[in-house]
């Protein structure tokens, strides 16, 4: 960019937008090496911690960059609000069991067909238009989803492979329930 044409308020929020969805991507790669470093704690004790801490940094957050009470916001979005706040419980509850109970790349890999749940629910919930190719993408993504996971046939692995998709849909819901 020259001094004659700076760059607009939308390119730095676009660079910003792509920081934050690359350190998300960080963040979430290494959390399953984080998770399986703490020896001692039971899945409950992870999330009531991880819980409290997340609580109070958003609401710092959210009130040094609204200048209002988050409680105030979340009486103003209404039951969007409640419905994408107790699927956030749903998604981090079962995220860190299956991460506790079935090996992380299994985890992860369940983990990822939140977009696709998302589309589903979005399409179901809020009636928007998905493309014939999202639809092909969708089931090519999920047969593959499904042969690399196949082999985990124990009940333990079972179940984090059933919480790791719990918590998939939990986030497809947290994502409807924004957009709605």
Do not use: C
Not at 17 to 34: D, E
């Amino acid at each position: 960019m020259t001094a004659l044409n700076p760059p607009s308020a939308a390119a730095g929020a676009h660079r910003f937008g792509v920081l934050f969805v690359f350190a998300a991507g960080v963040l979430w790669s290494t959390v399953g090496l984080g998770i399986r470093m703490i020896e001692d704690a039971v899945v409950w004790q992870i999330l009531l911690y991880r819980s409290i801490s997340m609580t109070l940094f958003l609401y710092v957050v959210i009130r040094l960059r609204s200048g209002e009470s988050p409680f105030a916001q979340i009486r103003r979005m209404g039951v969007a609000s409640v419905i994408a706040g107790l699927s956030l419980v749903a998604a981090f509850s079962g995220g860190i069991y299956s991460i506790q109970h079935t090996s992380v790349a299994n985890a992860m890999l369940l983990f990822a067909t939140a977009p696709f749940m998302a589309a589903v629910l979005g399409w179901i919930v809020l009636r928007e238009p998905v493309r014939i190719a999202t639809w092909i993408a969708i089931a090519v993504a999920i047969g593959g989803i499904a042969i690399m996971v196949a082999d985990k046939s124990g009940s333990v692995a079972l179940n984090g492979s059933l919480a790791a998709l719990g918590s998939a849909f939990g986030f497809a819901v947290f994502t409807v329930s924004l957009r709605w």
